[in-house]
């Protein structure tokens, strides 16, 4: 990776990135931090280049060493940019390595499995890079949020109760340590808007016709528990932070700085793998030695 591109995004990172949840306080994240930094567009647009192309190195190499594989989980209230977020920090990697998977509320056949299950068939395979728009964390989040949820999940009465949700973090926090000790490099995301910044973007989204397809009523019903879905999200990462299992609480009221640091998180994590091409043994080399001959006295 370029040390001196590294460089700049660790640097950053370190800001955002949450390994102990013990006395995690999300006031303390100013969304609209961007760590004293005042780039350009074009600027911001020529360092995100410099980082997907990079990126798209180190998932040539994972997708050809066959090892490893990364997921990347993006969480955020609406409106932060999550979609953009991925089509511009992903713009540079091969489809056929890399795997979006968006989740909305649980189907029929979904409820009749437990809450992880449909989380589980969509996991990247050895060599690819999974994302997914929304994870299981909905469950210690929305369902929090609207206790009312609940009773569709067709649960046992004897599982429900008042440490339901401290359960279901315990499980996740668990599941995130298996996924890392079977090869599973885990990139948690939470895109931090703020709640004036969400209000702007909706208003373009109701004012620009190009945009109305974005934007559900209940977006704005939602803005009524904001507080509710803070409180619900500071717990979710003060039980489930881990140097294994990281968040990185991106500031999200810019685009441009959001974009870099979650590039930055990506390509910090796949730089720590020792990701490399492999290399043949002595005599798969004999036989690509023979084989190149073989072409090169080849009669055109």
């Not at 540079?92 to 992880?116: I, T, Y």
């Not at 000790?181 to 909706?202: C, M, P, Y």
Request: proline residues 4%; aromatic residues 10%.
């Amino acid at each position: 990776m370029d040390k001196a591109l590294r460089g700049k995004f660790g640097k950053l990172l370190a800001r955002y990135r949450v390994t102990k949840g013990k006395g995690f306080r999300l006031a303390d994240h100013d969304p609209a931090d961007t760590a004293g930094l005042d780039y350009s567009k074009a600027e911001a647009r020529e360092l995100l280049a410099r980082g997907t192309a990079l990126l798209a190195e180190e998932q040539s190499k994972l997708y050809a060493q066959d090892q490893w594989s990364v997921l990347l989980l993006l969480q955020a209230m609406d409106a932060a940019g999550k979609d953009g977020t991925i089509k511009h920090v992903m713009s540079g990697v091969n489809p056929q390595g890399c795997d979006v998977f968006s989740f909305k509320a649980p189907h029929a056949e979904e409820l009749d499995h437990d809450f992880l299950w449909r989380h589980v068939r969509r996991l990247p395979a050895r060599g690819h890079i999974g994302i997914h728009n929304r994870s299981w964390y909905e469950e210690v989040l929305v369902v929090r949020v609207h206790k009312e949820i609940l009773a569709r999940q067709k649960l046992p009465d004897a599982v429900r109760g008042k440490r339901l949700f401290d359960r279901r973090l315990e499980d996740i926090a668990a599941f995130e340590r298996y996924l890392a000790n079977q090869g599973t490099a885990i990139v948690k995301v939470f895109l931090h808007i703020s709640r004036k910044e969400q209000k702007k973007r909706f208003l373009e989204r109701i004012d620009h016709p190009e945009k109305n397809w974005k934007f559900s009523s209940r977006d704005v019903a939602e803005r009524g528990y904001w507080e509710d879905y803070m409180q619900a999200y500071e717990t979710a990462i003060r039980a489930t932070a881990a140097p294994h299992a990281p968040w990185y609480v991106v500031p999200a009221d810019n685009k441009w700085f959001t974009r870099l640091v979650v590039a930055g998180a990506l390509l910090a994590t796949m730089g720590s793998l020792d990701l490399a091409f492999p290399t043949l043994p002595a005599e798969e080399k004999a036989k690509l030695a023979e084989a190149r001959a073989k072409l090169v006295a080849e009669k055109d």
